[in-house]
C-alpha cells in the first residue's frame, strides 16, 4: 500500500519545477535548435547569448559547450541590496517580486517579440510554465524571482566559476544567500503572530519563494491549526459561561416567583 503524501508539493518537486526556468548562456559550440515540450530552443552560435531552460543549460555547462550568465539579482551588490532592504527599510515585510515591466510576454523559449507580429497561422505558440526573463541575463536587479533560491543553488552547484564571474567568488555569493536565507526565514516565523487570537489577522505571502513556501508549509499549517483550536476552545468557554448565566438567571426569577 502506498504510503500518503504531504500536503503540497514538497521540496524535491519544487527543485525539479524550477529547472523549466530559463537562464541565458553563452553558448562555446554550435547547436541546432531542438524540438521540447515547451517549443523550439534558439539555435546556438557563439558568442550570441541565448535563453534556455535551466535543466538545459546546466547539462551544456557540464558539457563544456556553454557558460552561464547569472541573473543580475544574483550579483553581491544586488543581494546586500536586498538584505539591506529586508532588516532595515522594511523590516516587516518581504521584498515585492519583480515588476510587470519584466514580465516577458508569451512566446517561446528564445524567440524574439517580432513574432507576435508574424508567425504561422498554424503555428500554436506554447507559453513557458514561468516569467521567462525572471531568471535571464535580463532580469532587473533588486527584486527575487519565485524560484530565486532554487535556481541560485543550482547555478552555485554546478557553474559557480559562471557565478564568480559576476566580480564576487563564489563563497561570498553563498555568503549573501545564507544571510538572506535566515533573516527571510525568521521574517516568516515571526509573520504567524498576525494569526494570535480568535479570528486573527491576515498572513501577507507577497514576495515569498516557492522554496521558502515549500519549507514553511508545515510550520505555518501547524499554527494556523492550534490557533483554530484555541480559538474553539475559547468560544466553547464562552457559550458555557452565557449558558450558565442564563439559569442562573431563570433560578433566581423562580425563587422570586415572578
Partial sequence: MALPLPPGV?????AFLAEMELVTVVPRQRLESIDLLGGRTPTLR????????LWLAL????????????????HPSS?????????KERPAEFSDP????????????GEAAAAHHHHDAHEVLLSPPFRPSSCTADAPAGYLPFHWL?????LLAHAGDDVAGVGASAGEVRGLLRDLVEVRAAKMRSSTSQLEGFGGGLMSLRGVGAMELAESRGFVLAVVDGVRKIGASVEAA?????EDGGGEGAESDEEMGI
Fill in 10 to 14: 514538497t521540496q524535491n518537486e519544487v
Fill in 46 to 53: 557563439p558568442p550570441h547569448r541565448a535563453d534556455l531552460p
Fill in 59 to 74: 547539462l551544456l555547462k557540464k558539457q563544456r559547450r556553454a557558460n552561464i550568465l547569472p541573473p543580475p539579482w544574483l
Fill in 79 to 87: 543581494l546586500a541590496e536586498i538584505i539591506l532592504r529586508e532588516t
Fill in 98 to 109: 519583480p515588476p510587470p515591466a519584466a514580465r516577458a510576454s508569451l512566446a517561446r523559449p
Fill in 150 to 154: 532554487e535556481v541560485a543553488e543550482a
Fill in 238 to 242: 464562552r457559550r458555557e459561561e452565557e
